[in-house]
């Protein structure tokens, strides 16, 4: 029944991925490989929780490691609460062009401050949901948790506005008209908004991400 109501190309898509999902970000390195020195610090017994709990190899994490305390710019004793702050991983060469790479800060985040800083964890977590290996559901549910841009568990008029500001720069010279804004939200509205009641929730959003068929491998960090 949902097929009938979504068409291959719908306006959300196109917003979104105008010539590509705009999460996709650059790689600091050509490969991952299994770094030594500070990596020495991560126990066999975390290196294997890791990887259980994520979609990370062992290199992957051995790698990220080594960028978070890197940023730290100090060795990485406790892991439960030392944290970067957003600032410093919006800095990152991976994010720093990335429009939303404060709402990636600020979803990935456990800190009880809601500051957006990040633990090593988080790091891991948020490196996990990025990766290749990562499912579908997984990348779209963070996905849309990046793009509700108030926290309310839907995307409304407010959030798909500021999602089309970002894609678009937010600049005198690239900022939509507020007739085009109308228009365009109306469009992504009417076609992704299934039970009409004026927002898109997780499951509406998860249907449109599940008609891309680049999602998945776009929707990606590489360290």
Do not use: W
């Not at 060795?75 to 994010?95: A, H």
């Not at 009880?112 to 790091?123: L, T």
């Amino acid at each position: 029944m949902l097929s009938g109501l979504l068409h291959k190309d719908s306006e959300l898509q196109r917003v979104l991925f105008p010539e590509g999902p705009e999460l996709k970000v650059c790689s600091r390195s050509g490969h991952i490989g299994i770094m030594g020195g500070s990596a020495s610090h991560l126990s066999k017994e975390q290196l294997s929780e890791y990887q259980e709990l994520t979609f990370l190899t062992k290199q992957d994490i051995l790698h990220a490691y080594r960028i978070f305390t890197e940023l730290l710019s100090k060795e990485l004793d406790d892991f439960q609460n030392t944290r970067v702050s957003k600032d410093r991983i919006c800095e990152m060469p991976e994010l720093k062009a990335n429009p939303f790479r404060e709402r990636i800060c600020l979803v990935f985040s456990t800190a009880a401050e809601k500051d957006g800083s990040i633990s090593f964890e988080d790091f891991l977590d948020m490196l996990s949901a990025f990766s290749d290996s990562a499912t579908l559901e997984i990348k779209s549910h963070y996905a849309f948790r990046i793009f509700d841009f108030d926290d309310d568990g839907t995307l409304d008029k407010e959030d798909l506005k500021k999602l089309v500001n970002c894609l678009t720069g937010g600049t005198s010279d690239t900022q939509l008209s507020e007739g085009e804004m109308n228009q365009l939200i109306q469009n992504i509205l009417e076609e992704s908004d299934i039970d009409k009641d004026g927002t898109v929730n997780l499951s509406e959003f998860q249907h449109v991400i599940s008609r891309s068929p680049d999602f998945v491998s776009s929707f990606k960090i590489v360290l």
